[in-house]
């Protein structure tokens, strides 16, 4: 069954939004009295039947609505300076949605590559990795922001920031699942001995991501996958 992004699934006809609409009319051609699948990515998933179709328009008729809990009680928050080429930065977005990421924040910091973002586009990167990987819970994804403003928000028990040139314990030794956590993956070059003192301060604890020099998307997505799978075990 075909899945959807539809961020309001209250009313009993539902109508697409105009880019799922096109993707359901012209892309996969599907047709009235179809079946489908609709997630609002706040837990609920329906199962609908196309009733109205145009070329512009897309609307369907709820047969089942299902509520699902939050995913993890742990939740799983990685803060990551994006990378200078943006199409590795969406394959980290991709892939840690899928694994099982709750937040994502991207970081500007003293090195960081990029400047700018795309939010829609990053955005649109994780709803179709949602769909990809049926969750049913859309991690968020932030404004680019600095390593100072994410400091001075409310901060989770676990803090823990990617280091390579100084002291660190594994990530796999300290991470406690049953905790949330947010990790700070800084950009290629490193953050700074300044930034990893900022962090420190903050209550960080530094961490390895395996024996070998990882590329900043890599890392994350390392991170993203021990901390998930850690939760199963």
Partial sequence: MHLFYCP????????LPEEEAHHATSVLRLKSGDRIGLL????????????????????AIVLDRTSFPAERTARIHLAVAPTKQMERFEWFVEKAVEVGVDRITPLLTDR??????RLDRLERVA?????QSQRTWL????????LEALIAQPLPPQRLFGWCEGRNEALMNVYA??????????????????????????GFVAVSIGAARLRTETAACAATTWMSLAQQR
């Avoid at 309001?8 to 109508?15: A, G, H, P, R, T």
């Avoid at 709803?127 to 769909?131: E, F, G, P």
């Fill in 177 to 202: 699942p049953d905790q949330s956590a947010l990790v700070v993956i800084g950009p290629e070059g490193d953050l700074t001995s300044v930034e990893a003192d900022q962090l420190r301060s903050a």
């Fill in 112 to 117: 960081t590559e990029r400047s700018k973002l």
């Fill in 127 to 131: 709803i179709a990795a949602m769909k």
């Fill in 40 to 59: 609002d990515g706040r837990g609920t998933r329906v199962e609908a039947e196309l009733a109205e179709m145009g070329k512009r328009r897309c609307a």
């Fill in 8 to 15: 309001s699934l209250e009313v009993d006809l539902i109508e």
């Fill in 139 to 146: 991690p968020a994804v932030d404004a680019l922001t600095t």
